[in-house]
Every structure is written in C-alpha cells, then in structure tokens.
C-alpha cells in the first residue's frame, strides 16, 4: 500500500473514530436521561414517603380524606413547579393520588407487563413505555417504590419523563448531526490533505523507485533531482552518492576487466601459437624419426637388392648355359646307347647303379625348377628396387601400378592364411591408364600405408567374427585429366563421427604400439600438398571402408622437397 493510501486512511480512521464518539457520546445522553429521570422519582417518591410518615406521626388522628387530600395538593404543587406528570398507587395499584382527578381511586390499568407491580414488591426501580395516540413511540415512565420512613413500600411513585427524553434525545441528534458533519469535513480535510500529502512525499518516492530500477537495470548514470530539506532530500542526496561511487567502480572494473581481457587473449594467443608449434615439432620430430627408418630400411633394401641380384644374375645367366650343356650330353648318353646296346658289364653296373633313364627325365625338370626360382628372386628384387625408389627420389614419369603390384609383393606374407585366418584375397580391377609425373617412392608409401590399414581392418574384422572372407578391392581409371585408384576393404567399416578426424595429425583407432596416427595424415599431404590431388574416405558402417585416390595427369613441377618430405612413416 502507497504511503499517500495510509495517509488517507489514517485521516479517514480519526474521522470516523470522531463520529463514533458522537454517537456513543448522544448514547449516554439517553441514558443521563434516564437516570435523571429516575433520580427525580426517587425524590419525589423520597419528598411524599416523608411526606406520608410525618403525617401518620403527627397527625394520627387526622382522616384518610385529610392525608390523601394533602398528598393530592402535594402532586399538584410538584406538576406545577416541574411540568411532570405523576401518580402515586397503593400496594395494590389503586391510584392515590393523580394529575388527573379523575383516575384517582381507580386501579391502574395501564401496567400490562407488570412493571410497577414487580417494583412494589423488589423496591427495584423499573423503566417502561406506555403506549398513547398522542406519542407514536409511547410516552416514557419509570416506577419507583413509594417507602416511609421505617423502609415500608406503601406503593409506588409513577412518574413521566417523556419531556426530559425528548429533551435528550434532541440534544442526542442535534450531536449527532454535528458529529457527523464534523466527520464528514475531517474525511473531506483528509482526502485533501493525503491527496497534497502524496504529491509532496510520494511523487520523490516514486522518483527515487524509478531511479532505483534503472540502477538495478544497470543505467548507472541515473541521478534524481529532489532539492527538499527534508529526510527525503538527505535520501536523494545519499542515493546520488552511490550511483556516482557505483559508476566509478564499474568504470574501475571495466578498465581492469578490458586489461584482464587484452592480457588473457594475449596469452591464449601465445598458447595457441606455443600449442601449435609443440605440434610441428613433435610432428617433425615423427617425420624424422620415420624418416631415419626409412633411410635406413631404403639402404637396407637396396643393400640386400644389390647383393642378391649380383649372383642371382650369374646363377639365372648360367641355367641357360647349364641347360644346353645338359641337353648335349643327354644327346650323347642316348647314342651311346643306340650305338653301344650291350655295354661292358662295367658299364651295364654303372648304368643301373646311376638309373640313367630318371636321370635323364629329371634333370631338365630340375633346371626349368631351377629357372623359375631365380626368375622370381629376380622379381622380388626387382620389387624392393621399385618400392624403394631410392634412385627415383625426384619428380618422373611412373607407373602406378607398377607401385602397387610392388607394394602387394612386400605385403604377400600378410595376406597369406595364418592364425587360422583365411587368405585375404585381393582383386586388381586395373583400366587403362598413362603414366603420370610423380613423386614415385611417396606414392607407393601412400599405397603401403592405405594397404595396411586395410589388412589391420580386417583382421580386426575377422577376430570378431564379422568378416569370414575378407577381400580387398583395387580398381584403376582416368576421368578426364585425373588418374582415380580405388582401394576397398569389406571389414564393418568407420563410423561417421570419426571420419571427419581421419586424416588429422597423431589420430589413431588401433591400440597403442601399433600406430602413431600419422600414417593417413602424411598420405594426405602426399597427395593433395605434393600431387595436387585428393584423397577421400567413402564408408558406412557394415559396408566396409574405400580410400579414393585423385591425381592430376599433368600437374606443374613442385617445390623441392625436404628430407623429412623424402621418407614418409609407411603405417599408420
């Protein structure tokens, strides 16, 4: 509730409290009435009971005629000095003595509820209203007990006080009017006085609560201009006090929360920037680690190459030489034969013990063995000589699938059957395509980690019991001016919410010691940063996993590479 409402209604509360008054005020009026009238009675009644025992004692030999004669001029001379009506009854309610002379010595009768019978016999003084024609609202009696002065109730005085209530009774209204047209001008007063009141008190306090909101809202340049001299002027003045102290810290807590700001983005950019570089070098200390590996491995194979292939040509160049020889002298044992059929029994002995007849079916068979041994360690030779590259380390025309049939060979023994684990079969899908400028040792380092990854993925596939014939799946074909491989697997796939992170430095699915996570991401880089190409992965889970590999045919010569960028990691 307003202060302005509890003004109002505290005025209106005194107005009506002073009506209230008035009319108990009119109230007692009626009662002093009352008990004015009363004590009159009783004074007559106390004036006519001396009045009757003085006459019993002096006059004793007087009349009842005498007395009653006496006691009737009595009544007469106390209407007269008085203006009241009066009436003296017996013990019996005979009418002694009467205003009227008429109604003297007759019963009273007007006493329906017994009012002045039950006086005489209590002494209890009682009002009550005698109905008349000429008052509509009855004419006003009260009863007192008439004693002498021994205390003996000889009867009863009656006497009206109806003129006396009136009397009261207008003086009653002519309060209450008064009363309440004092109350109605306080509540008027009232009405004015709160109605000035509010606009003097609660027209700042209604500032003030405005100004207050919009502090709270955060519109700290608010100020209330209320120049009383009184206590909610001082209130004003303090309330300005804190908006320009609140204003100045906030504007304290904005500088340092800017500075705060500027310095933490400083440091989140040097933590970035510190992050990034961890990165790098950590990336580059893999590369270089990888790198040596794979320097090392290059000298390696193209040590073991050299030194194979050294004696595997003399052995391969002379089975030829063996061959002939071999077959010019089977010619000759077999007309020996012809020529000579009964031998020399030293001869005959020899020829049984030696069986030359196997001999001479076995032996060619034994050289064809012997060349198709040395033709295929001529081919893995030649394979590592491929797969290594190392002396095809600058950007030349190669043949892809060259590389990839070299990259299969340096990988037969893991897609041979093994730990009850069938032969992973791999189906070539080769189309027509030209040899293309590359960088040949980085491309077959691509397909050998593509490769892995897939044979990781269905091993993995088939210990779960979930691929029963793993198959890998390699097409080749031009679109345009690009060259498309296509390497497949039908392992169960990679879920999506991974794919976008394939291809991410140091990410890896496989447990730990089995890869850096590097080996798709330096792929990448191969292809797209080296080539000018792509490299996407196409999978959904329980259909397998296909690396799609675009190069262009011609692409402009690049940058020259760095000896990190020569020996890439070959797994992932």
Known sequence: MKISQKLILGILGMATLSGIIGVISANQQLKIAK???QQEAEEVAGLLGYFVSHELENHKMRSQDRMLAHLQEHVQSLHKQRQRDLEIVDRNKIILADVVTEDIGTRLDRDRNNEVGKTIQDGIPRTYIEGS???????????????????????AVILEYTPLYKAALA?????????????????????????????????????????????????????????????????????????????????????????????????LQAEAELQQVLKDLKKTQIQLIQSEKMSSLGQLVAGVAHEINNPVNFIYGNLQHTDDYTQQLLLLIKLYQNHYPNP????????????????????????????????????????????????EAEFKTADLHEGIDST????????????????????????????????????NQVFMNLLTN?????????????????????????VNENVIIRIADNGIGIPEKIQSRLFDPFFTTKPVGKGAGMGLSISYQIITGKHGGSLQCISSPGQGAEF?????????????????????????
């Not at 340096?410 to 960088?439: A, D, M, S, T």
């Not at 402009?556 to 000896?563: C, E, H, T, V």
């Open 35 to 37: 008990y004015l009238a």
């Open 133 to 155: 024609p000429e008052y509509p609202n009855g004419i006003q009696l009260i009863a007192v007990p008439f004693k002498t002065n021994d205390g003996e109730t000889m009867g």
């Open 171 to 267: 003086t009653a209204y002519k309060n209450i009017v008064v009363t309440s047209i004092i109350s109605l001008g306080c509540g008027i007063f009232a009405l004015v006085v709160g109605y000035l009141l509010s606009r003097s008190i609660s027209k700042p306090i209604k500032q003030l609560q405005e100004a207050v909101m919009n502090l709270a809202e955060g519109k700290l340049d608010t100020r209330v201009n209320i120049r009383s001299q009184d206590e909610i002027g001082e209130l004003a003045s303090s309330f300005n006090k804190m908006a320009d102290d609140l204003q100045y810290s906030r504007d304290e807590l904005v500088n340092a929360n800017e500075q705060l700001r500027d310095e933490i983005s400083e440091r």
């Open 344 to 391: 020399e029994p030293e001869i005959k002995n020899a020829n049984a013990e030696a069986d030359i007849e196997y001999l001479t079916e076995d032996l060619p068979k034994m050289l064809t063995s012997m060349k198709m041994g040395a033709k295929r360690i001529r081919e893995i030779v030649l394979s590592l000589r491929i797969f290594s590259r190392l002396d």
């Open 408 to 443: 299969l060979l340096i990988l037969q023994h893991r897609l041979k059957p093994q730990n009850n684990r069938p032969e992973i079969k791999v189906v070539k899908e080769y189309g027509e395509i030209p040899q293309i400028q590359c960088f040949a040792g980085q491309m």
């Open 454 to 478: 897939a044979i990781d993925a269905l091993e993995d596939c088939f210990q779960k019991e979930l691929c029963p014939n793993p198959l890998i799946r390699i097409s080749s074909e031009q």
């Open 548 to 572: 799609i590999i675009t190069i262009p045919i011609r692409v402009g010569k690049p940058a020259q590479l760095s000896i990190c960028d020569r020996h890439v990691s070959i797994t992932g």
